[in-house]
């Protein structure tokens, strides 16, 4: 599977983006999708995720009730929907894409399988 992760841009605070990820290879829709991001000088961390089906949603704390993921197998492609965008969630964005289903692990950034080449977030204040 490979993924591309599209997007990103600079945005004010308070205002909204809309991520894509596409991704090209068969069985996409066997797969859960997460978003994770990296600020600078900081480590990777957990955004959202979406099991198979997209009926299972996880969302970090930091961006609970702010963000939505969602997915539309027929296109392959994932969205995370970024509304009130804050400063502190300027970061570059990565989808991925892991084949495992379990639920315990969609946090968990070395269970997943394909990486896509991320997408820059930048919010000003």
């Known amino acids: 599977v490979q993924l591309q992760a599209f997007g990103g841009g600079l945005v004010q605070a308070g205002g909204s983006l809309r991520l894509s990820c596409v991704a090209a290879?068969?069985?996409?829709?066997?797969?859960?999708v997460g978003w994770f991001r990296q600020a600078p000088g900081k480590e990777r961390e957990f955004v959202a995720a979406v099991n198979w089906s997209g009926g299972g949603r996880y969302y970090a704390d930091s961006v609970k009730g702010r963000f939505t993921i969602s997915r539309d197998n027929a296109k392959n492609t994932v969205y995370l929907q970024m509304n009130s965008l804050k400063p502190e969630d300027t970061a570059v964005y990565y989808c991925?894409?892991?084949?495992?289903?379990?639920?315990?692990?969609?946090?968990?950034?070395?269970?997943?399988?394909?990486w896509g080449q991320g997408t820059l977030v930048t919010v000003s204040s």
């Open positions: 991925a894409a892991k084949s495992s289903r379990a639920i315990a692990t969609m946090g968990q950034d070395d269970e997943y399988d394909y």
């Open positions: 290879g068969r069985s996409f829709s066997t797969y859960a």
